[in-house]
T-cell receptor, first 118, second 113 residues
Framework: GAVVSQHPSRVICKSGTSVKIECRSL??????MFWYRQFPKQSLMLMAT?????????EQGVEKDKFLINHASLTLSTLTVTSAHPEDSSFYIC??????????????FGPGTRLLVL | GENVEQHPSTLSVQEGDSAVIKCTYS??????FPWYKQELGKRPQLIID?????GEKKDQRIAVTLNKTAKHFSLHITETQPEDSAVYFC????????????FGSGTRLSIRP
């Protein structure tokens, strides 16, 4: 079935540094991927839509200069949190639409990246 | 903008009883409604989905109903088991492949032994 991976699974960094998170579709191509952020005991909030070969589309209130998205290939999207601060500590999850066995059409989620900014 | 409301936020049921979670959506162009189960620290897992051309869908102990006129959809879990304890999210999207998915606020379901 369709698999989406993320790397790293967990990262701790100092305030002011930048962190890059990778999202890969392992057995299918994804021209579009989505990035979500989830704070503890809250829902998944869409941050941006990543488009292969073009600029990402950001949701209202999400700073595009702080959360840089690059979708350079059909299987890889990266999210870079620039100048991270403690309030950026969260669970970051990507998703990509794909087809699973039995032609189940849906979006597949990566396992998430837990970011802790000290 | 698009919004999905979900109720209740917490739900506790006796093992073997049924659980019902309800959602409403605001975007009339939504036509794909997935439900996800999320365990602590893990990715959301799709448990069932329904498209707007269908009013009801069932998969073993799980069923979903959709009322497009009222913009309501619900998740029904029958014969609940301890492993059903988790956070459940409803969601809505304009289509499964290219459109963003908007999530409800989540329901924490606890199954009492």
């Amino acid at each position: 079935g369709a698999v989406v991976s993320q790397h790293p699974s967990r990262v701790i960094c100092k305030s002011g540094t930048s962190v890059k998170i990778e999202c890969r579709s392992l057995d299918f191509q994804a021209t579009t991927m989505f990035w979500y952020r989830q704070f503890p005991k809250q829902s998944l909030m869409l941050m941006a839509t990543s488009n292969e070969g073009s600029k990402a589309t950001y949701e209202q209130g999400v700073e595009k200069d702080k959360f840089l998205i690059n979708h350079a290939s059909l299987t890889l999207s990266t999210l870079t949190v620039t100048s991270a601060h403690p309030e950026d500590s969260s669970f970051y999850i990507c998703s990509a639409p794909g087809l699973a066995g039995g032609n189940q059409e849906t979006q597949y989620f990566g396992p998430g990246t837990r970011l802790l900014v000290l | 903008g698009e919004n999905v409301e979900q109720h209740p936020s917490t739900l506790s049921v006796q093992e073997g009883d049924s659980a019902v979670i309800k959602c409403t959506y605001s975007d009339s162009a939504s036509n794909y409604f997935p439900w996800y189960k999320q365990e602590l620290g893990k990715r959301p897992q799709l448990i069932i989905d329904i498209r707007s051309n269908v009013g009801e869908k069932k998969d073993q102990r799980i069923a979903v109903t959709l009322n497009k006129t009222a913009k309501h959809f619900s998740l029904h879990i029958t014969e609940t088991q301890p492993e059903d304890s988790a956070v459940y999210f409803c969601a809505a999207s304009r289509d499964w492949i290219a459109s963003k998915i908007i999530f409800g606020s989540g329901t924490r379901l606890s199954i009492r032994p």
